[in-house]
């Protein structure tokens, strides 16, 4: 699945396919909710909720089997925890895009492959 590791995933679910799919439809339902949270953040400069949000993101991202993202959600989070608003700035956009582009990408998996049960 582009973005996602799903091996990683299964992993993390005890190679659970049917409770995977469940953990990657609940990320997905959240995705626009937290991306606008965190956008809200950088707009206010709000260090606290910016690194509070990102810091979910990385967990949850690692979780699914998202690797890359969780690790830009990760070197946001330490330019948070050091206020570089200008590094957060300059790459929160597309940290938020390559999450955002998650969603069909999920949604299509998990209709996919919920046919056979």
Do not use: N
């Amino acid at each position: 699945m582009k973005g996602i590791d799903i091996a990683v995933g299964l992993a993390y679910v005890g190679e659970d396919e049917e409770l995977y799919r469940a953990v990657l439809t609940d990320y997905a339902d959240y995705i626009e909710e937290q991306a606008q949270a965190i956008e809200r953040a950088l707009a206010a400069e709000d260090t606290e909720t910016f690194v509070i949000e990102v810091h979910s993101l990385k967990s949850t991202s690692r979780t699914v089997g998202a690797q890359a993202l969780s690790d830009q959600a990760k070197e946001l989070e330490e330019h948070g925890k050091r206020c570089e608003w200008e590094q957060i700035r300059v790459k929160t956009p597309g940290m938020l895009k390559a999450y955002r582009e998650l969603y069909p990408v999920i949604t299509a998996y998990c209709a996919g492959s919920a046919g056979g049960h």
